[in-house]
């Protein structure tokens, strides 16, 4: 039961984390599970769907973030790296704290799969600057 309960505060932290970033860009987030590992951490795996000229917004995670783009093309930014153009089958990673965007390119809808390996005691995003 409480196992249960862990996993669904997880899942809610997901979508709610998704909703900062989320309100004035129509992005949609789904949250696909969390897994409470590694010791201290918290794995949490999710779609992420931006329309045509969104942004995701800057924003960091407290761990890493890693990717697999499965429709669309997106801009990456990750500070003090040059930006990134992904496609379909193009997979990224993001360094524990990087501050970060992603920009929907040209005129489709792009959605990716992302993975966050994330200390548990933090949110799972934070806006930045």
Do not use: W
């Not at 979508?15 to 897994?35: E, H, S, Y």
């Amino acid at each position: 039961m409480i196992k249960k309960i862990v996993i669904a505060l997880g899942v809610m932290s997901f979508a709610l984390a998704g909703a900062a970033f989320a309100q004035q860009g129509g992005i949609k987030r789904t949250p696909l599970q969390k897994v409470e590992f590694p010791d201290g951490y918290v794995t949490v795996t999710g779609l992420a769907e931006l329309p045509p000229g969104a942004a995701a917004g800057r924003h960091t995670h407290p761990g890493i973030e890693t990717g697999y783009v499965l429709e669309g093309e997106l801009n990456l930014e990750i500070d003090g790296q040059p930006t990134k153009l992904l496609k379909p089958g193009d997979s990224y990673q993001i360094p524990a704290g990087a501050v970060h965007d992603a920009k929907v390119h040209g005129d489709k809808s792009m959605k990716v799969l992302g993975v966050y390996v994330v200390d548990k005691t933090k949110p799972l995003a934070s806006p930045a600057k």
